[in-house]
């Protein structure tokens, strides 16, 4: 069954300290992983996207990994900001040649909150 | 470019009644995908709209149901609706709807079922 796991549910940090979430996938075949930020209220907006090929990709203070051998992915965030609360949510999509968009598996998310 | 935009952003209903969600896309996109989104089940695929034609729906019972319009605009119905239905519903759209195509999420409806 394709599943996304994430860890952890939830994440209090202090502003400025860096911070590490996980996502997990068994989603076969593969065919790329999504990292989204959603803000309470608003809908997710996207931070990366990276294909089988791709181990690394960076939007600013994000940087995404992701090891499709041990079909794991990290989001890493530095120097938090109280703007990065938020939650988290990986996205991994499964290849169909048809082109559908119905073939993305969501992660429950990670929410993160950062203190002053 | 402007972005997604949905309409209502909220709205309560009672048991039973039915409701209709609408969802602009980015102009250009030809491609809708509405989502539910619940705190204890995250999001959840409903179905995508491509040209018109439902082109993939998730497990949701058929009184969930949507269509798409010739200018790529798209419409969500839920009918009967139940305490269950309130949620957070969402639209992405993306240009052609490939795989490897970025989805651009609305702000969402903020459904209340009472």
């Known amino acids: 069954k394709n599943q996304v796991e994430q860890s952890p549910q939830s994440l209090i940090i202090l502003e400025g300290k860096n911070c590490t979430l996980q996502?997990?996938?068994?989603?076969?075949?593969?065919?790329?992983l999504r990292w989204y930020k959603q803000d309470t209220g608003r809908g997710p907006v996207s931070l990366t996207i990276?294909?089988?090929?791709?181990n690394t990709k960076s939007n600013g203070r994000y940087t995404a990994t992701l090891d499709a051998d041990t079909k794991q992915s990290s989001l890493h965030i530095t120097a938090s900001q109280l703007s990065d609360s938020a939650s988290y949510i990986c996205?991994?999509?499964?290849?169909?040649?048809?082109?559908?968009?119905?073939?993305?598996?969501f992660g429950k998310g990670t929410k993160l909150s950062v203190k002053p | 470019k402007a972005g997604v935009t949905q309409t209502p952003r909220y709205l309560i209903k009672t048991r039973g009644q039915q409701v209709t969600l609408s969802c602009s896309p980015i102009?250009?996109?030809?491609?809708v995908s509405w989502y539910q989104q619940t705190p204890g089940q995250g999001l959840q695929f409903l179905f995508e709209?491509?040209?018109?034609?439902?082109?993939n729906k998730g497990n949701f019972p058929g009184r969930f149901s949507g269509r798409q319009f010739s200018n790529s605009r798209s419409e969500m119905n839920v009918s009967t609706l139940e305490l269950g239905d309130s949620a957070l519903y969402l639209c992405?759209?993306?240009?052609?709807?490939?795989?490897?195509?970025?989805?651009?999420f609305g702000p969402g409806t903020r459904l209340t079922v009472l």
């Open positions: 996205v991994v999509s499964a290849n169909d040649s048809g082109g559908s968009q119905g073939n993305l598996i």
């Open positions: 102009s250009g996109h030809r491609s």
């Open positions: 992405a759209s993306s240009s052609s709807g490939g795989e490897h195509n970025e989805q651009f």
């Open positions: 990276m294909t089988f090929s791709e």
């Open positions: 996502c997990n996938y068994t989603v076969s075949p593969f065919s790329n």
């Open positions: 709209y491509f040209s018109e034609t439902q082109r």
